[in-house]
């Protein structure tokens, strides 16, 4: 995953054949039990436009980028070509079309057999602050509203709507209807959360789960630093193992010549209650700072299964039979703070805020959602809980300058039914987020879903602007929404917000959201 040095070299295919979808085709995560229970109580703490099948390279792009659909979170970083290895190697792989050129013979590759290779991609940032080549001006309003309009009347969007349409270059909204209602946004408020946990944090900041000795009751406290992603697979798939801390804990007390131990676990990291308003939900884990594979109970890595009811508990378990395989014996473990005469016995880190973010936006993950919302209000010095966490972001929010008219944040993931955002602040996250003066935020646009390719938008828009829509997507009874950004047929990147409520009819409210921006794409609107 790119780091904060790299975020800003991320590019936009936009090409001809991006820009002309028409003639274009797809190629495409006892003592020491009284000493810890006491301290673990001390802290509470279109022109409506015809229907047509659009196929596109996978050099198309959305944001400037268009991601094969398994490698969001597996993938390495942006190369210097603009796209992701593994994105190249799928293109590749498709039609022999594909690759990467860089100012080398272009027909070589072909004459050797391999790949023909994609035009070369425009910097995303040229988009955001300056020109390249030759752009037609920025779509006019009038026009949008001509596309637009007709498609965000249509009655599966329900009684309410909210929509806006912003240049990223300028940060100018071109369309807005009902753009400053505020309406429940269920997921796209991860966009917001995503924003503030980046600037409090830093693109770089990772979360490092340890484990500590108190020498004086000879216990061993496993200390949650609110790591969702933490994993107890044999695979950790780059994401920070339980395995691997176990392993160097058993190392550190085999020097020390100990091998029984009392076991403990620290979450006071977070206060308040682990369980989200909506209750018990295959959704959401309880919100807890130590947690391993977000507390599932298959093998899963996203969307919604049953949870462990105990997260940190259970971690602890799995821990305590990880030590035993090294001959290492612990008790049953509970809950306790490490104290400050604790002596580290070894720790690992997650991946960078940045991967976090990524994986979050991409499969609408609401652990990792909840997680940050967390570390957004720890950042700040705040109490660590739903509340604590809903003001923290909308403190950093304020911090940055957006429009907060009317927001309303009670969690960090939307599944709050009483979240309110409306579609200005959404675009004016997206347009913060392409700032050039802004990197670590970037991943708010790499982590977006690709239509077509990646995410909750992998099964969407197969008969539309595959690979040109990055968007997130938003869902709960009677609401639908999408926000994102696209690249319309002239090369401006474009941010979009559409909120939908009183939908009856989630599936039809889907396609119209999804029409909507397929417009928005092949608009040539200048």
Request: glycine share 12%; charged share 20%.
């Amino acid at each position: 995953m790119e780091r904060a040095a790299n975020a800003v070299r991320p590019r936009l295919a936009r090409t001809a054949a991006v820009v002309k979808p028409q003639v274009v085709r797809i190629s495409r995560a006892t003592g020491p039990r009284v000493a810890r229970i006491v301290r673990a109580a001390e802290p509470q703490v279109a022109r409506v436009m015809r229907p047509k099948t659009w196929q596109y390279t996978a050099g198309a792009a959305g944001a400037g980028l268009a991601l094969a659909a398994t490698v969001v979170t597996a993938a390495g970083p942006w190369d210097s070509s603009g796209q992701r290895t593994a994105e190249r190697d799928w293109a590749a792989a498709r039609e022999h079309v594909g690759g990467a050129d860089h100012g080398g013979d272009p027909g070589s590759a072909t004459a050797a057999g391999g790949p023909r290779p994609a035009p070369s991609a425009v910097s995303v940032l040229t988009g955001l602050g300056g020109s390249a080549g030759t752009l037609r001006a920025a779509p006019a309003t009038k026009a949008l509203t001509a596309v637009l309009a007709p498609l965000l009347k249509d009655p599966a969007l329900g009684a309410h709507q909210g929509a806006a349409v912003v240049d990223v270059t300028g940060g100018r909204r071109l369309y807005g209807t009902g753009s400053r209602a505020a309406l429940t946004p269920a997921s796209t408020t991860k966009i917001a959360t995503a924003v503030a946990a980046l600037s409090a944090l830093g693109a770089d900041h990772r979360l490092t789960t340890r484990a500590a000795f108190e020498p004086d009751t000879g216990e061993v406290v496993l200390v949650g630093a609110g790591d969702p992603t933490l994993t107890a697979h044999r695979r950790s798939g780059g994401w920070a193992s339980l395995r691997t801390l176990a392993d160097r804990t058993a190392a550190a007390l085999e020097k020390r010549g100990v091998r029984e131990v009392t076991l403990s676990y620290d979450t006071t990291l977070y206060a308040g209650s682990e369980q989200h308003p909506i209750g018990p939900n295959d959704n959401l884990a309880p919100v807890s700072a130590l947690m391993v594979d977000e507390a599932r109970t298959d093998d899963s890595a996203s969307g919604p299964v049953t949870r462990v009811p105990d997260p940190a508990a259970e971690a602890a378990r799995t821990f305590a039979t990880l030590l035993r395989a090294h001959g290492i014996t612990a008790t049953s473990p509970g809950p306790s703070k490490a104290t400050g005469r604790a002596e580290p016995l070894a720790a690992v880190s997650s991946p960078p805020l940045s991967a976090l973010v990524e994986r979050m936006l991409t499969n609408s993950d609401n652990d990792i959602a909840e997680a940050l919302a967390r570390q957004t209000a720890v950042a700040a010095g705040g109490r660590a809980d739903f509340a604590g966490g809903a003001a923290a972001v909308r403190a950093r929010l304020k911090k940055l300058g957006l429009p907060l008219s009317g927001a309303d944040f009670h969690d960090g993931s939307g599944l709050d039914r009483a979240d309110r955002l409306t579609a200005d602040l959404l675009t004016a996250l997206l347009v913060k987020a392409g700032d050039p003066s802004r990197p670590e935020l970037r991943p708010v646009l790499t982590g977006l879903p690709v239509a077509g390719f990646t995410g909750t938008l992998s099964s969407r828009y197969t008969q539309g602007a595959a690979g040109v829509v990055r968007a997130k997507t938003g869902t709960l009874t009677g609401v639908n929404s999408l926000a994102g950004t696209v690249v319309d047929q002239d090369g401006h990147l474009l941010a979009f917000a559409f909120l939908a409520s009183g939908t009856t009819d989630p599936a039809a409210a889907q396609s119209a959201l999804d029409r909507a921006a397929t417009a928005l794409a092949g608009c040539g609107c200048g």
